[in-house]
């Protein structure tokens, strides 16, 4: 059985910090051979992709964030990291951790961020 659990959402300003980790669950190998990556959704809006990282350290990012987010993964902990900086009133969202291993996508229940003005 496979479980992710997403901790370190919050309320944070504008211009401020935030850490996301994601912990993976389940028996084997399974989290270091998938790609991980971390969504978000906000009110009205559909889930998108902020960021991935596959099981070999590649890292892809949305346009809106890059430069901003970093992901990184600890394959030794299975645990899954965003640091997100300089965070803006439209990354407000509800985050989600998903792992991706052929043919299943597996989904946290989501954190959610805050970002005031």
């Known amino acids: 059985q496979v479980q992710l659990v997403e901790f370190g959402g919050g309320l944070v300003q504008v211009g401020g910090s935030l850490r996301l980790s994601c912990a993976f669950s389940?028996?084997?190998?399974?989290?270091?051979?998938?790609?991980m990556g971390w969504y978000r959704q906000a009110p009205g809006n559909q889930r998108e992709l902020v960021a991935s990282?596959?099981?070999?350290?590649?890292?892809n990012y949305a346009s809106s964030v890059k430069g901003r987010f970093t992901i990184s993964r600890d394959n030794a902990k299975n645990t899954m990291y965003l640091q997100m900086n300089s965070l803006k009133a439209e990354d407000t969202a509800v985050y989600y951790c998903?792992?991706?291993?052929?043919?299943?996508?597996?989904w946290g229940q989501g954190t959610q961020v805050t970002v005031s003005s």
């Open positions: 998903s792992a991706y291993n052929y043919p299943t996508r597996y």
């Open positions: 389940a028996s084997g190998s399974l989290f270091s051979s998938s790609t």
């Open positions: 990282i596959t099981s070999s350290g590649t890292q």
